[in-house]
């Protein structure tokens, strides 16, 4: 009697990518306020990692096949020339949207920085709401819930998803195992990608903050 040959899985890719520099950034904690738009910086790196991500081969490697961007101005701005590029349009996912900094939304870095909640945001996220607004562990579930949907959705394609630097963390950190008290070591840069392919038996890292070529992406 003739082996069956066993069926190897696709996993599902998501390009976790991060929105690029605006006016703001490193300066301010901008969170969900409305009107904040890409510096000119921000606009070249978004056209760099369009060209980045639309150098992925076609259709082993998994070539894209859909945009996702938090609803912000940012986002939306740093996700149109990646779907440009590849074809395709932009879709907002509001699951994606950066944390909702509450009462510290729009304050200095510099100054939230000498308050003493800010050595518990860096050391034990995990036990920490933002004054009116939302939980570390809220916006972590959030944005995995988000990625499960868009992964339902293209079972067994790439996609894209254009996002802010604390959710694309939280992210990684639950598709690595890591403690999200552990979160706030990984660095994810304006316009990099980090890269995470989901199987039936659990996600696997490919990349984390990578800013260089993405034609070599593998589950090893």
């Known amino acids: 009697m003739a082996s069956r040959k066993k069926t190897v899985e696709r996993p599902t890719t998501v390009l976790l990518v ?11 904690l901008p969170g969900r306020a409305r009107g904040l738009q890409l510096s ?8 760099r990692v369009a060209e980045r991500i ?20 940012r986002t939306v701005e740093t ?22 900094f509450g009462e510290w939304t729009g304050a ?6 000498k308050l003493k909640e800010w050595g518990q945001v860096q050391r034990c996220p995990s036990g920490f709401r933002f004054p009116g607004g939302e939980s570390f562990l809220e916006m972590q579930a959030r944005m995995t819930s988000a990625i499960a949907r868009l992964c339902a959705r293209h079972r067994g394609e790439t996609v894209v998803a254009v996002s802010h630097a604390d959710p694309i963390k939280a992210a990684v950190a639950a598709a ?3 403690h999200l008290d552990l979160f706030q070591r990984l660095t994810v840069s304006p316009c990099s990608v980090s890269v995470v392919a989901y199987l ?4 696997h890292v490919l990349a984390v903050n990578s800013t260089g070529a993405l034609t070599e992406l593998a589950i090893q």
């Open 108 to 113: 200095e870095l510099a100054t939230l920085a």
């Open 176 to 178: 690595s195992g890591t």
């Open 18 to 28: 991060r929105h690029g520099k605006t006016p703001t950034t490193g300066t301010i």
């Open 40 to 47: 000119d910086e921000g606009r070249s790196q978004a056209d």
């Open 200 to 203: 039936d038996d659990g996600p």
């Open 54 to 73: 639309a150098a992925l081969p076609n259709p082993a490697s998994g070539r894209p096949s859909a945009v996702y961007a938090s609803p912000l101005e």
């Open 79 to 100: 996700a149109r020339p990646i779907a440009r590029a590849l074809g395709l349009r932009v879709r907002t996912e509001r699951g994606l949207l950066e944390c909702d």
